[in-house]
């Protein structure tokens, strides 16, 4: 179990368009367990989001496209969830998808399994998820 806790996140904003703080340490997240060479490349302060829907249960966040966000070859896409988190002090358990499309971070999508988001982050533990094939 890989555990990073981070204290006082801000819920996230529905119309501030740059990433919150929890959109960036679940794209640090994806990097370090699957492109750690590329780990230390993303200017997060180059980023902005295209558009962030929120369901209740969770949140999908559009990115624009950035030559940061880069991280494969122009015709491979595909979805990776192999991270999941506790949210306040273990409380809520979610989880995450990085969404790659034509080789680019296009997505980020957040979701609880059985409860509204929270409106508040105090803390966050994320861990791998180990997906049997």
């Known amino acids: 179990m890989v ?8 819920p996230l904003k529905r119309s501030y368009m740059k990433l ?3 959109e960036k340490s679940i794209l640090q997240q994806f990097l370090n367990y699957q492109y750690y060479h590329l780990s230390n ?21 559009y990115l624009n496209k950035n030559k940061s966000l880069k ?5 491979k ?4 969830g192999n991270i999941g988190a506790k949210l306040n002090d ?3 358990d979610v989880g995450f998808l990085i969404y790659v499309k034509n080789g680019f971070i296009d997505a980020i999508e957040g979701y609880t399994y059985d409860i509204d988001w929270p409106k508040e982050i105090t ?8 997906q049997e094939k």
């Open 3 to 10: 555990k990073l806790i981070l204290e006082q996140h801000l």
């Open 77 to 80: 896409s595909f979805e990776w």
């Open 123 to 130: 803390s966050i533990e994320f861990y791998e998820i180990n």
């Open 90 to 92: 273990k409380k809520i």
């Open 41 to 61: 490349n993303i200017n997060f302060e180059s980023l902005s989001v295209k558009k962030r829907i929120f369901t209740g249960v969770g949140f999908l966040t």
């Open 71 to 75: 991280i494969t070859d122009e015709n």
């Open 20 to 22: 919150e703080q929890i």
